[in-house]
């Protein structure tokens, strides 16, 4: 069975453009469709339309409505949108779409939603989310939260969950390998912090990486230790070396990254480094 993994969002929880911003970046992509970055999301479809989603962004409307540009998806009995969901974590960008899984909209049945243990409790408790559980539009299903965690998310599909730091108001986060081919860690607070990154990056054949940020530039007056993100000028130094027998993916890019600008001399000096820049609906054979 062929597996792919789709880009469903390659922007930061806010995406591009980004509400109630009016710097350039954003009053460009409001006017030119191509430029705009939906929420962070990706999923694996197979041939037959099986398809499971990482991370529910709030744009998971239009995002459903590119979907169904690709025949295998359109194809899929709806009974349900997807087959399964795995949540990294609990910021706005990569769950708030949850609110679309409810009776006032799809009303899904019994969809199985994997996540670490504390963003089970913290879904179970607090509404909106405990309503999905309460009506069994959602099944919550632990990934565990100690170590690495495998679960057969479907035919052909193992994925398995991987702690990473990344600041935690509500729930820890996980990063997570599909197949141990694709790795994707769309939000980590720095490389450092995670002793098995070089690990992880040299083990998959393709990675999916939080490049947020470009530089400390790009963020004049804040605080360093408030920015839960590495940037891409560390991560280039840091898997430069590790991008030449693999593809190394950035992607969850802020509004204000001037690498959403293709033509930027900084997007030109990260495909110079070898990396790739993640952009919307890309397919990625697996
Ligand atoms: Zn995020
Ligand atoms: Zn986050």
Sequence with gaps: ?????????????????????????DMAARVDPLAVRLGPSICVLDDVGRCFLVDVSPDIKEQENRLLTIPAYARRAV???????????????????????????ANCRDL??????????????????????K?????????????SVSLQAGPGL??????????GEYTDTVGISINEKLLYVPDIDNWDAWPAAREEVSKHEICLLDATFYSREELPGRDLREISHPFITDTLAKFGD??????????????????CDPASKQAQRVLKAGFELAQEMLAIPL
């Design 158 to 167: 193992s994925i398995r969950a991987i702690p990473v730091l990344h600041r």
């Design 79 to 105: 009974t349900n949108p997807f087959d399964g969901v795995l949540l990294t974590h609990a910021h706005m960008g990569h769950y708030a779409g949850l609110v679309h899984f409810g009776r006032e909209a």
């Design 1 to 25: 069975m062929a597996l792919t993994v789709y880009i469903l969002g390659s922007g930061q929880d806010g995406g591009l453009p980004q509400f109630g911003s009016r710097m350039s970046a």
């Design 135 to 147: 009506l069994g539009n959602i099944e919550l299903r632990s990934v565990g939260t100690r170590g």
């Design 112 to 133: 199985p939603v994997y996540c670490t243990e504390k963003m089970a409790s913290f879904l179970a408790a607090n509404a909106p989310w405990e309503q999905l559980v």
């Design 242 to 259: 590790l991008a030449k027998g693999r593809r190394i993916i950035l992607t969850h890019f802020n509004h204000s990254n001037p690498v």
